[in-house]
């Protein structure tokens, strides 16, 4: 095995225990609302809550995680989340629950912020953060399955939550050796790319929101729509988790060799309307073929959209604004679903919630074509009427280390201005190639008149 893995797969665990609250909504949005005998819309508060305390810890470590260091606060964060989620999971009352989920989704926030920046920081931050996405997936298909035989109320998915940070905690020793895989950055600098980044960011709101209104809410769908028992929406939501970790692993195959606009873009639009079936469904088999179709694409499209983020910054800044952002939309989506079912009914919202992804397709795409640049491999760089620059510099003996590897991220152009006045004393026959000349080779093109 290479070194890479070793040093992404604490990233991942890390990632994994930030974002698994938020795979988890659902079933603590519903017990919230069953056994503490709350009103949909204030489970769905709730929830929203957690997730805005999430996102105000990502917001407050943008930019400042390779200041702390990111082992430092990987394990705050995971304090945070064992103490928080476990006092929520002991409460009987539901200011403590609230207070308890609050704790916990701050430190849920801290610990996907630290991953997020360390993803940034990878030679290949599409391959971690589909790592990541394929870790909590599995790890939240894991629950759907056990969760609902074992009862415990609302206390069981936040003893999951706090359990899987306490496990996860171990691996907070080696981030420093993930962090250190990274390219090295200086420490200030004003952030890259900011009208993309901020379009990206304000996209990926209203992206998450759209998604988690609906995620919120599947399972009342289930349950007064359907007619399901929760065993069974367990098994429909383990499934689509498991379609989720094929759609990953695809994801993870596939790389760069679309780009991110064609996943980002096709993705969103079979979104949309795996949105409208599941919840427009009146029978088990539309209610599955709907979840299972958009969980599946769901984790394809936010890892390019993760890896699309961590392209702008190395330092991986937009990777956690953009990040928290997204947690924001996440917070909003239950109280959002809540209102929308309320009033218009689950079909309702689903025509609403399809219409403002498929808007929101075209500016996040229009980013990916933009910024995300296209994989360097044999014919996407060309001479004017030659042979592909990365072929040639293989081929033709160049210093090792000054052409860039096949499939790493093609270069910006630097354009170099002349003067007026120099160019009328220039002229087509005063530049000639650089080349073997002598005996010796050129580095750079050279002028008769230098």
């Known amino acids: 095995m290479s070194s890479r893995p070793r040093a992404a797969w604490p990233l991942v665990a890390v990632f994994t225990a930030g974002y698994l609250a938020a795979y988890l909504l659902p079933t ?61 999971a002991l409460a009987g009352s539901v200011p403590l629950v609230v207070a308890g989920a609050v704790v916990g989704g701050f430190g849920s926030g801290t610990a996907t912020a630290v991953a997020a920046a360390g993803i940034a920081a990878q030679s290949d931050p ?45 691996a907070t020793s080696r981030l420093g050796d993930s962090a250190a895989a990274g390219p090295a950055v200086p420490a200030q600098g004003r952030l890259p790319h900011r009208r993309s980044g901020l379009v990206l960011a304000g996209g990926m709101l209203v992206w998450s929101m759209a998604q988690n209104a609906l995620w919120g809410v599947s399972s009342r769908i289930g349950v007064d729509q359907v007619g399901l028992s929760e065993v069974t929406i367990g098994a429909v939501f383990a499934a689509a988790l498991g379609a989720g970790l094929l759609g990953v692993m695809g ?41 299972i179709l958009w969980n599946t694409v769901y984790p394809v499209v936010l890892s390019y ?15 956690v604004l953009a990040g928290s952002a997204s947690s924001v939309g996440v917070a909003c ?27 929101v397709a075209l500016p996040v795409t229009a980013v990916a074509l933009h910024t995300g ?10 001479r004017r009427g030659g042979a592909p620059a990365a072929l040639l510099a293989v081929t033709t003996g160049a210093v090792p280390g000054a052409v860039p590897k096949l499939g790493a991220p093609e270069q910006a152009v630097a354009e170099i201005s002349i003067p007026a006045l120099r160019r009328r004393r220039l002229g087509r026959n005063a530049f000639r190639t650089a080349g ?15």
């Open 126 to 170: 599409h391959r971690t953060s589909s790592l990541g996405l394929l870790s909590v997936s599995a790890t939240a298909g894991a629950l759907y399955l056990t969760v609902p035989h074992l009862g415990g109320g609302h206390r069981l998915p936040f003893a999951s939550i706090a359990l899987v940070a306490l496990l996860v905690w171990p």
């Open 28 to 88: 603590i949005v519903g017990r919230l609302s069953v056994y503490l005998g709350l009103s949909t819309a204030q489970a769905g508060l709730v929830g929203s809550a957690l997730l805005l305390s999430s996102a105000s810890a990502g917001f407050s470590l943008a930019g400042r995680v390779e200041t702390y260091g990111p082992c430092r606060p990987a394990r705050v964060g995971l304090v945070l989340c064992a103490v928080g989620y476990g006092c929520a």
């Open 436 to 450: 073997p000349e002598g005996g010796q080779s050129n580095a750079y093109a050279s002028t008769s008149d230098r």
């Open 251 to 291: 994801a993870g195959v596939l790389g760069s060799k679309l780009g991110r606009a064609v996943p980002i873009g096709v993705g969103t639009a079979v979104i949309a309307g795996s949105i409208v079936l599941s919840s427009s469904a009146g029978s088990l088999g539309s209610f599955a073929t709907g979840e």
């Open 305 to 319: 959209l993760i890896g699309l983020a961590a392209s702008l910054d190395v330092r991986g800044r937009w990777a």
């Open 373 to 382: 640049g296209r994989p360097l491999v044999p014919g996407s760089v060309r």
């Open 333 to 359: 989506g239950p109280v959002l679903g809540s209102v929308l079912s309320e009033e218009a009914g689950f079909p309702g919202m689903g025509l609403i919630l399809g219409a403002a992804t498929l808007l």
